[in-house]
């Protein structure tokens, strides 16, 4: 406790130094444990997530709770929330957020205020009465930056709940508990993961009590990670710190290039001068991370053949990989309306910046 991340990446989550103990958790394929034990049934716990958990929770400077997704993790926050309640909601985030508050809000379950994460004054003025702050930041895929300090700020002022989804900065780049939120997710199948090969989710709270209750939740939900999953989510961990250095200084270069190419009109990332969340993201997070979102010309047909042509980049969904992805997000019925049908999410990794440059350059001079 208490080091330098890139430390803590590394030491974390790690059984006791015994003369010949394992140095890594194994993995526990356990469904149950002797009884009168610290452990009971997996469904409540287990040594293998225990160990993940550590390391997230030392990162984000807070305790843990591992789940089977970030969307699990997500409807454990709102299954706590009263029926009836007023929850403040992104009006564009990840998609799957976006379309469980709108399931939610027609089942009669929640009142839901939407507001982009970007207006600070938007925010203060609908967290009145509301139970629940969800915030993103910046946003998938629109790359817009929230406020957090301010957002937090309303949501203390009404006794509300503040979370925050973390997943674009990670806890390398932001800390939303140490900027005074209740909560933060993650869906840890992007870059916590980070090799697109699990699928997982956790939650991170310093406060005692909303650890106890999510994690009530997490058990009568049946929202528990497997045990493989959390193992690849901390071996994850140990690299992430450079992961997140090297993916973000190529992402950094070709944001730079992007933005004096001919058929990109609009470079959405905060590590621009020129982005209206420079300033904000500047403030709350120590670098503006791996994803370029790009607005192109062309038409839909030509974007989507331009994504689907390159040989490096991969034409997929999902983000934070070691591999760089690309894809056209209105291609997804779920996204928002708002997202331009030529907005193209880049999701960058860790092959050579020259490569992936001269890879995207011939695809997008084809739109010329
Ligand atoms: C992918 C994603 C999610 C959903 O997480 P899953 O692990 O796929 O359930 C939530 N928020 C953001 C920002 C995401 O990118």
Redo the contacts with the bound molecule.
């Keep these: 406790m208490g080091h330098d991340p890139y430390t803590t990446a590394i030491t974390a989550g790690r059984p006791p130094a015994e003369p010949g103990a394992p140095m890594n958790v194994p993995i526990h394929l356990s469904s149950t444990f002797h009884a009168n034990g610290h452990y009971g049934y997996v469904r409540d716990g287990n040594p293998s997530s225990a160990a993940f958990e550590q390391a997230i929770g030392a990162l984000e400077g807070g305790h843990a709770l591992a789940f089977a997704?970030?969307?699990?993790a997500l409807n454990a926050v709102l299954d706590m929330v009263p029926t009836g309640s007023t929850v403040v909601a992104p009006l564009h985030a990840?998609s799957?957020?976006m379309k469980r508050f709108t399931e939610l809000e027609t089942q009669g379950r929640l009142q839901v205020r939407r507001v982009p994460m970007d207006d600070a004054a938007g925010l203060a003025a609908a967290a009145a009465g509301a139970a629940l702050l969800w915030l993103?930041s910046p946003t998938?895929p629109l790359m817009e930056v929230c406020d957090i300090r301010a957002a937090v700020a309303a949501g203390r002022a009404q006794g509300a709940l503040v979370a925050v989804?973390n997943?674009?900065a990670t806890p390398m780049r932001q800390r939303p508990l140490e900027l005074g939120a209740d909560l933060v997710m993650h869906?840890a199948?992007?870059y916590i993961a980070g090799h697109s090969d699990a699928?997982?989710?956790v939650l991170v709270t310093a406060n005692h009590d909303l650890h106890a209750e999510l994690a009530q939740r997490r058990v009568l939900l049946g929202a528990a990670p497997g045990v493989l999953e959390t193992t690849l989510g901390l071996r994850g961990i140990r690299t992430l710190p450079i992961r997140m250095d090297r993916a973000e200084a190529t992402a950094r270069e070709l944001a730079q290039r992007l933005t004096r190419h001919q058929a990109v009109t609009r470079v959405r990332y905060p590590g621009l001068e020129q982005d209206p969340g420079y300033s904000t993201h500047g403030g709350q997070a120590s670098g503006p991370g791996a994803m370029v979102v790009i607005d192109c010309i062309g038409s839909t047909e030509a974007v989507e053949q331009m994504c689907g042509s390159l040989a490096i980049w991969v034409h997929a969904t999902?983000?934070g990989g070691v591999e760089s992805t690309i894809e056209r997000r209105a291609r997804w019925a779920a996204e928002s309306p708002d997202v331009p049908a030529g907005l193209v999410r880049l999701s960058v990794g860790l092959e050579d910046v020259d490569d992936l440059w001269d890879d995207l350059l011939l695809g997008l001079n084809r739109l010329l």
Aim: without cysteine; negative net charge; proline residues 0%.
């Design positions: 997704s970030g969307i699990a990840y799957g957020t993103e998938n989804d997943t674009f869906s199948t992007k699928l997982l989710g999902s983000l």
